[in-house]
């Protein structure tokens, strides 16, 4: 890991062992312009990658034509409205009208180690394992400063930028758009653009498509970063595929609206740009005010998107999720929101509890309807506090009722929500986010709180404290359940700035203030599912539900995308009914089971009300989730096949990262008639090694609906099955999976060369 700076040349260079990331100076006036990103190159003059020679050259020799040259040089963060007409990394105006805007090079600093932002997510790392570069941009005209800072990782091909404005003038400048990343790349050969695209139910569909001249990319200007969109984009160079060639993705940290785009221009350059999203946000600067923008993570892999996927996940785990749970084991939770919905009361809940407890969970979350007169989702948000009725005794009993059994408790909440039909709109329905004139939008029946007021944000804080401190609470459960709209506030002090991204800063700053009160809570976001599953939410909770849709065959390729950039450790997955609630899908408890390892284990239901055969397997369940627990939430994740990429299987594995274990989830989603074995080779494991493969799952014997399997299948299994094979021949050779009958079926492959 190594930022340079070479004053002769006037280039820097960001390097982290085999990945270089160069940008230039070029000109008297100070253009800075993107050089290179790519596998480590040697300690050459790079300065020829600017192509400032080809015509029309440099503006100092050729002024005549500088708007050629600003049109087609590679920036690293372009101006506006001065002679570049591709899109903009900033813009700003005074009294409405752009003085124009074109950032040139004014100095730079080195230094160790990683700032934190000031209220907002962002990576962390000490002065042994990261450093960060600042270069400072000014724009004297427009009366602005601009310094771009950029971290690198030791041992990790990743570079984390954000760009902080300033107001150097004597009068105020409003700035309209301020892009976190910004960089004219210059791809060889085709590039295909991955995005994580989908629906409520449906979150993180991969897509892949060759990027063509004009516009392509993702947004949300939902007021969070969506189920409909991802604040991620893939750019695959030619080639590259599942484990090979090279692969660039660029992850927002932030929750609220963003664009992430790449405009294919007359040259055929990338500019590839990530920030908030401009609609709705701008920010009033008085003489010497800054604004500071997200971050943004730039990750490269010469590994193919799997590379990407890892590189990520070791990014994510070492320097962004900060909780204490973050290493340890998860209690295995039940949730009783599938299983009762609002209908409710203390004598269901411990029911639920108490049979789950005899099975092995740890951990009851008591979900929507405990609070106000909530019996339906048209009442109550904002009165948090318990309905006696349905719990006499409050939270406190329940929570000692649970510990008699030896069960611990979590509790739902939605602070950043309002029920019309409650306590806190009549008393104050100036708190609700509305414009004047006009009735607000309702979504789920309820209106957002105007968080970007801090009494609002201190009395829903106080509201919660008194809940969280009434009881032993060891779990919350943080949902939102609407998109943002008619963002209008009340406040007398409203500020000068756009309100979506103030409502992002007070979320932010509402959970810093919870997981600072109580640092050992386990917090789990939500947003309709994972409707707002982002590294933004991730610095504060280190699990989020991953999607409302708990269909294990769903729930594959959902997984699959959110697994495409964060951790297993992260994502909630539990086990639910068949048919599935969301689909009407009819699985095996085997395979709910299976699906649901892949990530925080619990389940969604009431087992007294599960098929005999179905809750006989929990306890195996559970037994397993112990086993590899520590394996799914601290190893390499594979992905090795892919059913949302038309194959009939899904496939992928975990491996330590000593090598020494490894654990194969295979599930086989279709059956079709009279095939044979499918060779599967496995990745990621030491090809020195001897590995036993084995069944993990003791009810592999049985086909999920109780019948044995067939005595064909077990043959064809057992060509490898009880064997030690080495890694080598693993990873070449592979292994022969074998044909189960019927569909949704699934295997569970354990690799282990200890001893
Ligand atoms: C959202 C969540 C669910 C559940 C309900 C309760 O949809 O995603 O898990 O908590 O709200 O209303």
Redesign the pocket.
């Known amino acids: 890991m190594d930022i340079t700076y070479d004053s002769r040349t006037r280039v820097f260079r960001l390097d982290t062992g085999n990945m270089t990331y160069a940008m230039g100076v070029v000109d008297d006036e100070g253009f800075l312009g993107h050089l290179y990103l790519g596998p480590g190159v040697g300690n050459d003059d790079l300065t020829y990658l600017s192509r400032a020679i080809e015509y029309p050259g440099l503006p100092s020799k050729n002024n005549r034509d500088r708007c050629s040259f600003l049109d087609f040089f590679p920036h690293e963060y372009p101006g506006e409205g001065v002679g570049d007409f591709r899109s903009p990394a900033v813009r700003v105006t005074k009294d409405g009208i752009s003085p124009g805007i074109q950032p040139l090079y004014k100095g730079y600093r080195i230094i160790k180690g990683k700032k934190r932002l000031e209220g907002m997510p962002s990576v962390f790392g000490d002065e042994k394992d990261s450093e960060t570069l600042e270069i400072e941009m000014s724009d004297e005209t427009a009366g602005v400063k601009l310094f771009l800072d950029y971290t690198i990782f030791e041992g990790i091909n990743a570079v984390v930028r954000s760009v902080r404005a300033q107001n150097t003038g004597d009068t105020p400048v409003t700035l309209n758009r301020i892009m976190s990343f910004s960089a004219d790349m210059d791809r060889p050969g085709e590039t295909r653009l991955m995005t994580l695209n989908g629906s409520w139910g449906r979150e993180r569909a991969k897509q892949i498509i060759p990027v063509g001249t004009g516009f392509a990319g993702v947004s949300s200007v939902r007021g969070v970063s969506s189920h409909q969109s991802h604040p991620f984009l893939g750019l695959l160079s030619e080639g590259a595929d599942e484990s090979q060639g090279e692969v660039i993705g660029l992850n927002f940290i932030y929750s609220g609206n963003f664009l992430a785009q790449v405009e294919k221009g007359q040259f055929g350059t990338l500019r590839v740009q990530m920030g908030i999203h401009p609609m709705g946000f701008y920010e009033k600067l008085q003489p010497g005010e800054s604004f500071q923008s997200p971050e943004a993570v730039l990750v490269w892999s010469d590994s193919g998107i799997g590379g990407m996927t890892r590189t990520f996940h070791e990014l994510y785990r070492n320097h962004l999720i900060r909780s204490p749970w973050l290493h340890r084991e998860r209690p295995v939770l039940i949730n009783n929101?599938e299983a009762t919905f609002f209908d409710f009361d203390l004598e269901k809940l411990l029911k639920i509890a108490r049979r789950a407890s005899s099975e092995g969970a740890e951990l009851l979350v008591m979900?929507?309807g405990w609070f106000g007169r909530r019996n339906s989702?048209n009442s109550s948000l904002g009165d948090w506090y318990v309905n006696e009725e349905k719990l006499p005794g409050g939270v406190k009993r329940l929570s000692e009722e649970l510990a008699a059994i030896g069960m611990k408790l979590g509790i739902?909440f939605e602070p950043e929500m309002v029920s019309p039909d409650s306590d806190l709109y009549r008393a104050h329905p100036d708190w609700a986010f509305s414009i004047d004139g006009r009735k607000p939008c309702m979504a789920r029946e309820q209106y957002v709180l105007d968080l970007t007021r801090k009494e609002v944000r201190d009395y829903i804080f106080d509201m919660i404290s008194k809940v969280l401190d009434s009881a032993d609470v060891a779990y919350v459960?943080w949902?939102m359940?609407r998109p943002l709209t008619d963002v209008g506030t009340h406040a007398a002090d409203a500020g000068d700035g756009g309100l979506f991204h103030r409502f992002v800063l007070g979320v932010y700053d509402l959970q810093e203030r919870l997981i600072t009160r109580y640092p050992d809570l386990l917090l789990e976001n939500?947003s309709?599912?994972g409707g707002r599953f982002d590294p933004g939410m991730l610095f504060y909770s280190p699990q989020i539900?991953t999607s409302?849709n708990t269909d294990a065959i769903d729930r594959l390729s959902i997984q699959e995308g959110t697994a495409m950039i964060y951790p297993l450790s992260t994502m909630g997955a539990h086990v639910s009914v068949s048919p599935s609630q969301s689909c009407g899908r009819k699985t095996p408890m085997v395979t709910r089971g299976h699906v649901a390892l892949a990530g925080t284990f619990g389940y969604e239901l009431d087992m007294d009300r599960l098929p005999g055969e179905d809750s006989a397997q929990i306890r195996d369940q559970i037994a397993l989730y112990h086993r590899y627990g520590e394996l799914v939430r601290e190893g390499d994740y594979y992905r090795i096949e892919s059913w949302q990429d038309g194959s009939m299987c899904d496939c992928y594995m975990v491996v330590s990262k000593d090598k020494t274990q490894a654990l194969m989830t295979w599930v086989q989603v279709l059956a079709h008639t009279n095939l044979k074995s499918r060779r599967v080779r496995i990745p990621g494991l030491d090809p020195d090694r001897e590995y036993r493969i084995e069944v993990a799952d003791p009810r592999e014997g049985n086909d999920g609906n109780g019948n044995r399997v067939s005595p064909n299948e077990l043959n064809c299994m057992s060509g490898f099955l009880g064997k030690t094979l080495t890694g080598a021949t693993l990873s070449g050779a592979g292994i022969l999976m074998p044909r189960l009958s019927g569909d949704f079926r699934s295997l569970l492959i354990s690799f282990d060369s200890r001893g």
């Open positions: 929101w979900d929507d989702d739902w459960k949902d359940n939500c309709s599912g539900w409302d």
